[in-house]
């Protein structure tokens, strides 16, 4: 894709705008990232990536790729070989022979065609999303806060009273419920009760939680910009026939899945492990197409835990392991963690108990 047009680009440093935190005119350095050389920089990585993509600009508005870079205003985030700033004109930035711009995935049409470029329009992904894969000690305290957020609301929610309240009450609930411990922003909130249970995405509604229905509750928030999602399964009263069976071999598959999370693991190994679980219990057809993603900046990246994603962990990714099954009209169960890859396996970084069916 391209867009006509075209307009004289002034040089770096004129003063239209501040360079980024971090990130002097001219190309300074900013935060260390994972993966970058050694004595390198998160920018340094970064336009080192582009170049080896032949990528000759990064326009980025807010999104998870703008603040992966320092990006804290409301305009655009343009990275060049010689500039990293923040602008309210993108293409005034991008040099004037630029033949491959890399644009964010979350550039929303009307932006994308406001852009007066003689380039070619490329995702900004391709370049940033295996910088992201790996996270900094930094992050990975941010996301672990967001888990332990969660985890804490899930644990306090046992304790609430179910029956007769609706899914939505009972999500506005634990909503405000989160943003009280800390997390600056809700990302979501699920709450499903019996039939509901077997919907990966129903949105809580006005259904009438009773006596007999399986329960999932899932919460996802934000920590200083690093997100998690923890996510747990119970039953009002007694749980439904056969409950108890399929949920069984969800924790069953939860376990293989942490199990098999180690550095030089492929993503798809840990999918297949869960999988054998879920298959050799005759549920295998209802089982989610994947086992979980990479969480961070966004809730949902990079890598995926599904067959034929073959990206090979490193230590330092931060995943949500999340195996569940859905039994159409009847219910599904559906458990959530977030780990982080260590030397030795998976480290938990919720420290929340898998709730049992005790009533």
């Given at each position: 894709?391209?867009?006509?047009?075209?307009r004289?680009?002034?040089?770096?440093?004129?003063?239209?705008?501040?360079?980024?935190?971090?990130?002097?005119?001219?190309?300074?350095?900013s935060?260390?990232?994972?993966?970058?050389p050694?004595?390198?920089g998160?920018?340094?990585?970064v336009?080192?990536?582009?170049?080896?993509?032949?990528v000759?600009?990064l326009?980025l508005?807010?999104s998870?790729?703008?603040?992966?870079?320092?990006g804290?205003?409301?305009?655009?985030?343009?990275?060049?070989?010689g500039?990293?700033e923040?602008?309210?004109?993108?293409?005034l930035?991008?040099?004037?022979g630029a033949?491959?711009?890399?644009?964010?995935p979350?550039?929303?049409?009307?932006e994308?065609f406001?852009?007066s470029?003689e380039?070619?329009?490329?995702?900004?992904?391709?370049?940033?999303?295996?910088?992201?894969?790996?996270?900094e000690?930094?992050?990975?305290?941010?996301?672990?806060?967001?888990?332990?957020?969660?985890?804490a609301?899930?644990a306090?929610?046992?304790?609430l009273?179910?029956?007769g309240?609706?899914?939505?009450a009972?999500?506005?609930r634990?909503?405000?419920?989160?943003?009280?411990?800390?997390?600056?922003?809700?990302?979501s909130?699920?709450?499903?009760?019996?039939?509901?249970?077997?919907?990966p995405?129903h949105?809580?509604g006005d259904r009438?939680?009773n006596p007999?229905?399986a329960?999932?509750?899932?919460?996802?928030?934000?920590?200083?910009g690093?997100?998690?999602e923890?996510?747990?399964?119970?039953?009002?009263?007694?749980?439904?026939?056969d409950?108890?069976?399929?949920?069984?071999?969800?924790?069953?598959?939860?376990?293989?899945?942490?199990?098999?999370?180690r550095p030089g693991?492929a993503?798809?190994?840990?999918?297949?492990?869960?999988?054998?679980?879920?298959?050799?219990?005759?549920?295998?057809?209802?089982a989610?197409?994947h086992?979980?993603r990479g969480v961070?900046?966004s809730h949902?990246e990079?890598?995926w835990l599904?067959?034929?994603d073959?990206?090979?962990?490193?230590a330092?990714?931060t995943?949500?392991v999340?195996?569940?099954?859905?039994?159409?009209e009847l219910?599904g169960a559906?458990?959530a963690?977030?780990?982080?890859?260590?030397?030795?396996?998976?480290?938990?970084?919720d420290?929340?108990?898998?709730?049992v069916?005790?009533?």
């Amino acid at each position: 894709m391209t867009t006509g047009g075209g307009r004289t680009r002034p040089g770096a440093g004129d003063g239209r705008s501040p360079a980024v935190a971090g990130a002097p005119e001219g190309g300074g350095g900013s935060p260390a990232v994972a993966g970058a050389p050694e004595g390198g920089g998160r920018l340094a990585a970064v336009r080192a990536a582009m170049a080896a993509a032949e990528v000759d600009a990064l326009v980025l508005r807010p999104s998870p790729d703008f603040r992966f870079l320092g990006g804290s205003g409301g305009g655009f985030l343009v990275v060049t070989p010689g500039v990293c700033e923040e602008t309210g004109e993108p293409d005034l930035l991008v040099p004037a022979g630029a033949r491959r711009v890399g644009v964010d995935p979350e550039m929303r049409v009307r932006e994308l065609f406001g852009l007066s470029l003689e380039a070619e329009l490329v995702p900004a992904a391709a370049v940033l999303a295996p910088l992201r894969l790996r996270k900094e000690p930094d992050e990975v305290e941010a996301v672990a806060r967001a888990a332990q957020a969660a985890a804490a609301v899930l644990a306090g929610a046992r304790e609430l009273a179910w029956f007769g309240a609706t899914e939505r009450a009972m999500a506005r609930r634990l909503a405000g419920m989160l943003l009280e411990s800390g997390c600056e922003e809700v990302l979501s909130v699920v709450v499903a009760a019996g039939e509901h249970t077997a919907r990966p995405s129903h949105p809580p509604g006005d259904r009438v939680i009773n006596p007999g229905d399986a329960l999932h509750v899932s919460l996802c928030g934000r920590w200083d910009g690093y997100c998690a999602e923890v996510a747990r399964v119970c039953a009002v009263a007694e749980p439904p026939d056969d409950f108890e069976a399929m949920y069984s071999v969800v924790l069953a598959a939860h376990a293989a899945a942490r199990r098999a999370v180690r550095p030089g693991a492929a993503a798809s190994e840990v999918a297949a492990a869960a999988r054998e679980v879920i298959d050799g219990s005759g549920y295998g057809r209802f089982a989610a197409p994947h086992a979980g993603r990479g969480v961070g900046l966004s809730h949902q990246e990079g890598p995926w835990l599904r067959a034929g994603d073959d990206t090979l962990l490193e230590a330092g990714m931060t995943l949500c392991v999340e195996p569940a099954i859905y039994v159409p009209e009847l219910f599904g169960a559906r458990v959530a963690d977030v780990v982080v890859c260590a030397a030795d396996g998976a480290a938990p970084l919720d420290a929340g108990a898998l709730w049992v069916l005790d009533r």
